[in-house]
């Protein structure tokens, strides 16, 4: 069964930094390119970055591309999330999600809370 | 940036009948669209991928169709467990873009 659990949200202060890691079981980690999604309280949902299965190749929103470093280490299945200079508007729940094989967010984990305030 | 616009945003319907939900896209995405479902508290589910593929264990009440700019989802007959809101999503092009979502409320 695959799981994807999130951890590391919590309450920032803005200008902050921030980790986000994503535990990975059930399938093999190694293989498939992986993402995180967000979604801010009440609203829907944005795309945030993408690493693919090797890590070689990153992707980022503008909204986050310079503040935001996605990572992978592939020996401990585990994908995460460096967020720097934090903003308001950055507060969400953020999701990790796996891809398929054709690049589509097949699963999700549970998400965590990211809330950036003074 | 492709942008990603659905209708409508909110279906009143009754269980049993039927949904049609739209996505149409500021520029062809091919068939590169994927439809998800998000329940309160909730992470999304994947339904509908590369517009007309259902993902593993959806229900068969479940369609996609469409290419190109437009794209629509359809619930044969809604169940009480499919009340929820329904985003779009293209990979046809970085960056990933969602829909700003269909929600379909008990009528």
């Known amino acids: 069964e695959v799981q994807l659990l999130e951890s590391g949200g919590g309450l920032v202060q803005p200008g902050g930094s921030l980790r986000l890691s994503c535990a990975a079981s059930?399938?093999?980690?190694?293989?498939?390119?992986m993402t995180w999604v967000r979604q801010a309280p009440g609203k829907g949902l944005e795309w945030v970055s993408t690493?693919?299965?090797?890590?070689?190749?990153?992707f980022y929103a503008d909204s986050v591309k310079g503040r935001f470093t996605i990572s992978r280490d592939n020996s401990k299945n585990t994908l995460c999330l460096q967020m720097n200079s934090l903003r308001a508007e950055d507060t969400a729940v953020y999701y990790c999600?796996?891809?398929?094989?054709?690049?589509?967010?097949?699963?999700w984990g549970q998400g965590t809370l990211v809330t950036v305030s003074s | 940036e492709i942008v990603l616009t659905q209708s409508p945003a909110t279906l009143s319907l009754s269980p049993g009948e039927r949904a049609t939900l739209s996505c149409r896209a500021s520029?062809?995405?091919?068939?590169?669209l994927a439809w998800f479902q998000q329940k309160p508290g909730q992470a999304p589910r994947l339904l509908i991928y590369?517009?007309?593929n259902r993902a593993t264990g959806i229900p068969a009440r479940f369609s996609g169709s469409g290419s190109g700019t437009d794209f629509t989802l359809t619930i044969s007959s809604l169940e009480p467990e499919d009340f929820a809101v329904y985003y779009c999503q293209q990979r046809g092009n970085w960056p990933r873009t969602f829909g700003q979502g269909t929600k379909v409320e008990v009528k």
């Open positions: 999600a796996k891809y398929s094989s054709d690049w589509y967010d097949d699963y």
């Open positions: 590369d517009a007309s």
């Open positions: 059930g399938f093999t980690f190694s293989s498939y390119a």
């Open positions: 690493i693919n299965a090797d890590g070689g190749s990153t």
């Open positions: 520029q062809s995405v091919s068939s590169y």
